[in-house]
């Protein structure tokens, strides 16, 4: 199985950078993976929904119907790291393909990318910064793939 890393926008902060960069260096050891970033032109404010559209034509372009997507969002099912876990090793058990994790823009995800997707998932009922939830991302399916492998990085 391949999971690909999708998101709307590049990563301005450069700690942020940071970050990203050391779980990709860890994540090559355990799972091949790779990072879509969409990036739509800014529209004013007040253009949200023809934002949130555009954003989500880009990212319907850049996946594969065949792909299994997922949506980083504050409504979506909350996993436990250990149920986590548990839910990507059935995902590679179940022959998935390409996993599509994808964060969305500050203003969410389209209606079209909602019915196109395969489930929500949230890591809180907090909100963080469709730049932040990046980095967390990352570091949550690294410590699942730790679980998976029986390894230390997750302290139980």
């Known amino acids: 199985m391949k999971i690909t890393f999708l998101w709307v926008g590049k990563t301005a902060e450069q700690w942020l950078q940071a970050g990203l960069a050391e779980y990709e260096k860890r994540l090559k ?7 879509i970033c969409v990036t739509p032109k800014n529209l004013p404010k007040q253009d949200i929904e023809r934002q949130k559209t555009m954003e989500g034509d880009a990212i319907l372009a850049a996946i594969d119907p065949a792909d299994e997507l997922y949506l980083l969002d504050e409504h979506g099912k909350m996993f436990s790291s250990e149920e986590m876990a548990q839910w990507l090793e059935r995902k590679m058990t179940a022959s998935v393909k390409n996993l599509v994790l994808a964060v969305g823009g500050p203003y969410g995800f389209s209606p079209a990318v909602y019915r196109h997707a395969d489930g929500q998932i949230s890591f809180s009922s907090l909100t963080f ?3 932040m939830i990046r980095l967390l991302l990352y570091e949550q399916v690294y410590r699942a793939l730790t679980i998976i492998k029986g390894e230390a990085y997750h302290h139980r």
């Open 29 to 35: 050891h355990y799972i091949a993976y790779s990072v």
């Open 129 to 131: 910064s469709h730049q």
